[in-house]
């Protein structure tokens, strides 16, 4: 009776770890950008995504791509990544969908903190792209005029 109450509880733990958190759910997010169909896993409450997750979908150019972060309420809010197929990627600060543009002293710390370039990555929130044909050497940032 001992072990049958334990894989009992074994199984009652798993499913209750496993009940805020959906694999692999097709869903359709209203972004800011507009309504888009894809794939999410990660953590949901009433069936919208909030907290950490994985969203993969296919833009109407036929390109795919992949944001993981955080999300709130369905949306793209806090540290995340867009990654596209062609290996670019959006690494920053999330905001209603958008990446948070870096103000103009976080634009000048770039420049003078060498402690931030990590593996040729600037380590900073903000909108910092990489891209794979550009050389080790060079990076770019978008500015976003303040």
Wanted: net charge negative; proline share 3%.
């Amino acid at each position: 009776m001992k072990k049958y109450t334990e894989k009992l509880l074994v199984g009652f733990l798993a499913a209750s770890m496993l009940a805020g958190c959906s694999s692999g759910k097709t869903i359709t997010l209203d972004l800011s950008t507009g309504k888009q169909e894809g794939t999410y896993t990660g953590d949901m409450s009433d069936d919208i995504p909030n907290g950490k997750g994985k969203f993969s979908a296919k833009e109407a150019k036929g390109e795919f791509w992949t944001y993981e972060g955080d999300f709130k309420d369905g949306h793209f809010d806090g540290d995340g990544t867009i990654t596209y197929s062609n290996g670019t990627k959006e690494i920053g600060t999330f905001k209603d969908d958008q990446i948070v543009p870096m103000t103009g002293d976080q634009i000048k710390d770039l420049a003078s903190d060498t402690d931030k370039f990590v593996d040729h990555v600037i380590s900073s929130k903000g909108l910092v792209f990489t891209d794979p044909t550009l050389s080790d050497d060079q990076y770019f940032v978008q500015i976003d005029p303040i």
